[in-house]
Every structure is written in C-alpha cells, then in structure tokens.
C-alpha cells in the first residue's frame, strides 16, 4: 500500500495536539507551584522548586527512552511490519519499568547527592526530602509513559498523546488541591500527587495502546534487543552532552555577576516556550522520516524533512520577531530588580536569535534519531558541546556575558553542522530492501 503524501496540512495536524501535550508537560510544575504558593509556606514553596527542578533533570536524562521508540516503531510502521511495531511496544515497556525501579532503588543515594549539590537550608531541605519520597515512586510509571508517548508518535497517534497528558495534568491538580489545601501535607502531598497522577496516566496510556501489547512473539529477539540497547546508549550520550551544555552556560552566566544570571535564567524561559513549538514539527519529522527509512523511500524521506522544516522555520522566523519586539515589554512587567531586568533587555537580541537559528539542528535531530543512526547522534551530540565550549572559554573572559550568549548560539550550529556531516551515509543506506522472491 502506498503510503500518504505528507503535506502542510497533514503535518500540522500531527504537529498541534503534540505542542498542546508538551504546554499542558510544562504547566504541571506551574500548577504544583501555584498551588503550593496560595497555600503552603514560603519554605514548602521553596522544597518543591527545589525538588522539582531535581525530577525535570532526571527525567530529561531518561529522554532517550522515548526518542529510541519514536524512530524504531516509525520504520517498523513504513516497512509494514506489524508484529515488529507491537513487540517494540512491548520491550520499551519492560525496559521503562525497569530503569524506573532502578531509580527508586538508587534513591536514596541520588537524592542525598542532590541535595548536597543544592546546599538549601536544613528547613528546605526536609521539606524537599518529603518530596523526593513521594515523588519517586512514580518512576517506573513515568519510564514506561515515555515508552508510550514514543510508540504513539511513531504511529502518528499524537492525539492519544495529548489525552494523556490532559489525564495526568487533571488529576494532579486535583490532588495538589486535596493533600495540600485541604488535608495540609506540604511538600510531601504535592509530590505524592504528582507520582499517582503519572500512574493514572501510565493506565489510561495502557488502555489507548492496549492493541498494540501483543503476545510477546519476537519480544526476545536478540538482534532486536541489541538494536534498542545500542539505540538508547546513544541517545543517552548525545543527552548528557546537550545536558552538560545547559548546565555550562549558566554556570558561565553565573560568572558573571548574579544580575546575568538572573536575566539570563528569564531568557531561557522564552527559549522553552518556542521550543515547545518547535519541537513539535521535530517530532513529526521522527514519525514521517522514520517511516520512510523503513520503506527505504528515499524521495518521501526528503519531503518529509522539507515539509516539516518549512513550517518550522516560519514558525521559528515568527517567534524570534515576537520576542524581538514584544519581549522586552514582558521583561519590564515581570522582573522587578533593575540589575536583572537590565541584562534580560541587554542580551534579549541574543535570546531572540535561537529560534530561528535553531531550527536547522532541532529538525536534523529529529532525522537522525527517527532513523535511529545512533552513533552519529552520539558523535554529533559530543563533537558540539566540546565546540561550544572552546566557543565559551575563548569568548567568555573577553566579552563577558555577551561572549556566553555568542558561544551558546554557535552551540545550535555546531548541533547542525556536526549531524550535516552524517547526511551522505544516511542517504546511502536509503537503498531499496531487496525484493522477496
């Protein structure tokens, strides 16, 4: 069967419910903040961004887990190969549920090492702890909810995604409301919502998937196994690498005086929001992109990374004239200490630059991880942040907090420029799959 032309329409389509689903990921944590602030201390308040940022950093790690499942069922769905999509299903479930209970089990050294790193005071402290306890158990459900999102996106299924997303984000915030507005747990309620909310999700996720578990023929194929072994290993190195490039720019920021690192910090917000959107139209190229590599199509491959760039691109372009022109506004009426509501207007140029010239390696991310080309993910992923950080160390002592703006821009293109590199060798393994006799 021929498989459908991807155009605008149908890319947008697939793109919207996947940008709603990733603002309703981002407004659990405003909600448990909110929640926490109308009716908890300013000390509960604190634990719980805290821990928070805590669980969003251990998570993001983990991140590979629905990317490797993205691209795997994506060419297992264009090649036609229905017993493959379900069993990839299968195993990705098994290997989320068992890096989650690893996580719970090594807890209780990674959250004294968190801690440690943050060095809040002892108050704060307990506070988080009780977070941290709570919070874990939801683990082994989150791992395996990354399983599901990928399979879903492979399979063009983004509109499931976003309902269970909605699922978790509902009753998180009805049970942040219960255990702390009404039976006053603190800390310790919010992160026990949060962790039965993402069970909830993971069986509401269960259901939506449930034709897809199949009856575990091919689940121990031991090439198989390999292939999503070797994929996640990648992954999972490309993302501590773009992980360590966060955490340098703004501990390159924090050289320069706390205004720059405040202002800085706003900033990236504005860079979370356009990536919100962006990476939709990425994780779109995963699921078409991917497809056609499992057909080994090589002109729907090529349409599929053009369509969806173009629409990126504009929307990229449109985000960098928003933030151009009306961030500096925001800025005033958010941040109210003049030397950090300076260096936010300062360096806003530079901030406004990122989404349009990102798009080239947030969309070359998602080729390349949809065709699963793990060791160029990886080399790419090392071979930008060590760029980047020559960028910074040359740039930094002699420009200040604008040479670490200028080095982390570059990052974006040494992300691009390294995975260009890998284009010739992907096209090449684009031949057709031999005939069956």
Not at 113 to 127: D, G, K, N, P
Request: hydrophobic fraction near 60%; include cysteine; aromatic fraction near 12%.
């Amino acid at each position: 069967m021929t498989a459908a032309i991807l155009t605008r329409s149908r890319a947008l389509a697939l793109a919207w419910p996947i940008m709603l689903a990733q603002v309703a990921m981002a407004t659990t944590g405003i909600v448990d903040t909110a929640v926490m602030g109308r009716y908890g201390t300013a000390v509960e308040l604190a634990a719980v961004g805290l821990a928070a940022v805590v669980f969003s950093f251990l998570y993001w790690g983990f991140g590979f887990l629905r990317m490797a499942t993205t691209g795997l069922t994506a060419q297992a769905d264009g090649a036609g190969d229905g017993l493959e999509v379900r069993a990839i299903l299968m195993r990705a479930l098994m290997l989320g549920a068992g890096l989650g209970v690893l996580l719970v089990l090594s807890f209780p050294l990674t959250s004294r090492i968190a801690l440690a790193l943050f060095q809040a005071e002892s108050a704060v402290e307990i506070e988080a702890s009780g977070y941290f306890w709570a919070r874990i158990w939801g683990a082994p459900a989150i791992l395996m909810g990354y399983a599901i999102s990928g399979w879903l996106i492979g399979t063009g299924r983004t509109r499931a995604l976003l309902a269970m997303q909605i699922v978790l984000n509902g009753i998180n915030a009805g049970l942040d409301y219960a255990f702390v507005a009404i039976w006053d747990w603190g800390a310790t309620g919010i992160g026990a919502g949060t962790a039965i909310a993402e069970w909830a999700a993971l069986g509401f996720g269960l259901v939506i998937v449930r034709k897809g578990l199949g009856s575990g023929a091919r689940l121990f194929d031991r090439a198989k196994l390999l292939a999503l072994f070797n994929a996640n290993r990648d992954i999972m190195i490309r993302t501590l690498a773009l992980l360590f490039t966060f955490a340098w720019f703004v501990n390159s920021g924090a050289k320069q005086g706390t205004a720059a690192l405040a202002g800085n910090q706003v900033l990236l917000q504005f860079i979370a929001v356009s990536a919100f959107v962006l990476d939709a139209f990425a994780f779109v190229a995963e699921k078409e992109a991917g497809a056609a590599y499992g057909a080994r199509d090589r002109a729907r491959l090529k349409r599929a990374m053009r369509v969806t760039s173009e629409i990126a691109v504009v929307c990229g372009a449109a985000f960098s004239l928003i933030f151009w022109l009306g961030g500096g506004a925001v800025i005033e009426a958010f941040i109210l200490d003049p030397a950090a509501r300076e260096a936010a207007l300062t360096y806003l140029p530079w901030c406004a630059a990122v989404p349009l010239i990102g798009v080239a390696a947030w969309q070359l991310d998602g080729l390349f991880l949809a065709t699963t080309q793990g060791e160029a993910v990886r080399n790419a992923g090392v071979m930008a942040m060590l760029a980047y950080l020559a960028s910074d160390l040359l740039l930094a002592p002699s420009f200040a907090n604008a040479g670490v703006w200028t080095a982390f821009l570059l990052s974006y293109v040494y992300r691009a420029g390294a995975l260009a590199l890998y284009w010739p060798r992907l096209m090449g393994q684009m031949a057709p799959r031999a005939a069956a006799s």
